[in-house]
């Protein structure tokens, strides 16, 4: 199908679903809400189909007035800014029209686990943790800590929280895999630099509509929560332990005082993790399939490199080197590696459509 026909087709849809809005004829409260939403989608499509058509005809009638000579520089001068202008409208119509992940509109689970390098490997895992902290609250997300293992020492051996909000997953989808640390650390008296790393996986959260948990797949273990050191942080048997008996999936949690609390926060993490199981499943193949791919997800993938001594940030999968390793651990500057790997990956999904 040429872009002309699938851009009529998209038109046509869109004055469909504005007529049927507008009659209310034969339309419940559960459509009007589907076809409200379908709208909203396409609204923004349909005004830079417009666009890009008013710019292609301006164009061609430019050309035309360039045989008149009083008109010549000025249509000239129309002519090729039009140009110029027109494949930059038609990409960004081509990016509109890529097929949607459909968890990217979905919140997301966050969990940051302390990988090879002791105390150094934790520390840093905490402040990855702080990082998307203050960058969820950049964007106006709330960010829920839902289980935290600290080490007592400021460090964690594993941490993890609900981030919710408008467009997280898509956003943070590509954080997933081996963040690897060089610097000197604090207890180092020779000044030697080591390395070290911390593994994320970013889940999108999954309902209870898409993975039904079902009481005789899943064995519940209630056990004393224990603090850094090992010591009882508790005196009764709050801290709650969920195992999907078909996968062997297991999900602790003892983060809060409350058996109960720390059951259902163990239960969302299962069906997260259940949920990203299954797209994993299913993207398998179209993974395969692809030449190269921007963000795998796979947690043993070593994606990005925080040099402290060098003060930069190297993301390994699209080759991005940033001098400003405080502004992205802060937070402030982590939009500039997160815009990248976005665009990357559509400009890899648009070179496979070719």
Known sequence: MNLDTQFDKLLYRHDEIRAQLSSGDGVDSQSIQRLS???SELDPVV?????FRKARDEMVEAAAMMADPDMKDLAEAEFYALKEQLPVLERNLQIMLLPKDEADERNAILEVRAGTGGEEAALFAAELFRMYERYAGLHGWRFE?????????GGV????ATVTGRNVFARLKFESGVHRVQRVPATETQGRIHTSAATVAVLPEAEEVDIQLDEKDLRFDVYRSQGSG???????????????IPTGLAVACQQEKSQHKNKATALKLLRARLYERERAAKDAERAANRKSQVGSGDRSERIRTYNFPQGRVTDHRINLTLYKIDAVMSGDALDEV?????????????????
């Open 338 to 354: 997160v815009e990248a790997l976005i665009a990357a990956d559509q400009a890899e999904r648009l070179a496979e459509m070719q």
């Open 157 to 160: 051996k594993e941490a993890s």
């Open 47 to 51: 005004e830079a189909i417009l666009a």
């Open 230 to 244: 090992g010591q009882s942080v508790n005196t009764t048997d709050s801290a709650c332990r969920v195992t999907h």
């Open 37 to 39: 939403k379908e709208l």
């Open 145 to 153: 800590v839902m289980e935290v293992n600290d080490t007592g020492i």
